[in-house]
């Protein structure tokens, strides 16, 4: 039996995926997530096969969070679930550790051929991103790419810049993150002399535009 745990921030999707994969014999989902933090500890907690990813979670995004699985003592796989198919956001997951990117409007059996692919260690990408990701990722990886700004932070700045798109103050960061608020200030303030950032509008705009966080799907 694959164990399966779904983390997407909009609960009638989860349950929609949920009802759908209780339909198989190979498949259990034992969790739920609605935000990146709250997955890890799900991940940790449950040590499913599978994580079926968001890409446009809070406080911590999919990518991101596909990054930090690969540090925890799990053999968790992950398969992102993204609105979005451009070829960099695709680079990105692969990049970070998922072994699947699936697209939203994928059809069923796409759904279980992701999952299964994934708990036997394989890619699957959506049919519709495969080619044109995979020439494009093979080129990158044998040759020089230039980083994006955001390639250059860290970890936990990417994870700040996120909270600070998406409107958390300095100390609901700080909560939210287990740090002090003097910490989150000076994350904030290396982060404006990296990105050159004038201001705040500026900070949530780089954001947007490297996908750290979305607009509302």
Known sequence: MIKVVIADDHHL??????????????????????????????????RPAVALVDIAMPLLNGIETTYRIQSLDVETRVVILSMYSDEDMVRQALKNGAKGYLLKRSLVEELLLAIRSANIDEVYLSPAVARSVLTGYLQNETGDRTLSPVDRLSSREREVLQLIAEGHTNQATAHLLNISAKTVETHRTNLTKKLEARNLPDLVRIALK?????LDE
């Open 13 to 46: 999707f989860r349950e929609s995926i949920k009802s759908l994969l209780e339909t198989t014999d190979d498949i259990e989902v034992v969790g739920e997530a609605s935000d990146g933090q709250e997955t890890l500890k799900l991940i940790q907690r449950k």
């Open 210 to 214: 490297y996908r750290l966080t979305f």
